[in-house]
């Protein structure tokens, strides 16, 4: 059982600069950038991290309602690990409080799927977290599908989202940022029975 009264850690995963912003990649970073307009603040950049980071508080006002640091490294994906531990450590929340929310290509596109701990599918954000302070965190994992025909992973994930899923993106965005905030007000089990659609 986590502490109630620990902040939560929830991370986008992304790779920073506009030439990545609009790839299947930066779901992550999408999701924060969502959450952060429903906080009602902006990002700052961090003074212990190579992070952009906004503290604030998710949920209905009062003593439910759950403090929270959203955080988008500014490292490359594969080296998202550093920012999220000094992140953790500067702000003391537990490891079972870090939530990383990233693409994951064994969903189909518009799925989610919420787990605590497990491995890392490939996906190198996570497998640099995980090195850096072992697997026991929260993953919002948002479904992006296989890359089509031959294309290989790397250049499918560092693409842009299709027109098709751009259709789309805007509802997808916005219920993984619902599934954000149900798992931080609500618990695991409540918000997966909602959202592991």
């Not at 190198?124 to 089509?148: E, F, W």
Request: proline share 6%; net charge positive; with cysteine.
């Amino acid at each position: 059982m986590s502490d109630t009264n620990a902040p939560w850690l929830i991370v986008g995963l992304g790779n920073p600069g506009p030439a990545y912003a609009a790839n299947r990649h930066n779901i992550g970073f999408m999701v924060a950038d969502l959450l952060a307009e429903r906080i009602g603040g902006s990002f700052k950049r961090a003074q212990k991290a190579q992070a952009q980071v906004l503290e604030g508080r998710i949920g209905a006002p009062g003593p439910s309602s759950r403090r929270v640091v959203l955080a988008k490294p500014m490292s490359y994906m594969n080296l998202s690990g550093g920012p999220v531990t000094a992140l953790r450590d500067f702000y003391k929340v537990p490891t079972a409080n870090v939530v990383a929310v990233h693409d994951e290509l064994d969903i189909d596109y518009g799925t989610l799927r919420l787990k605590l701990g497990g491995g890392d599918n490939g996906h190198n954000g996570l497998k640099s977290m995980t090195k850096a302070m072992g697997p026991d965190y929260h993953r919002v994992r948002c479904g992006i599908g296989r890359p089509p025909g031959r294309m290989q992973v790397a250049d499918f994930v560092l693409k842009d989202f299709s027109s098709a899923e751009r259709k789309e993106l805007d509802w997808f965005v916005d219920r993984a940022a619902d599934a954000v905030e149900s798992l931080v007000a609500d618990g695991l089990e409540r918000a997966q029975s909602t959202y592991n659609s």
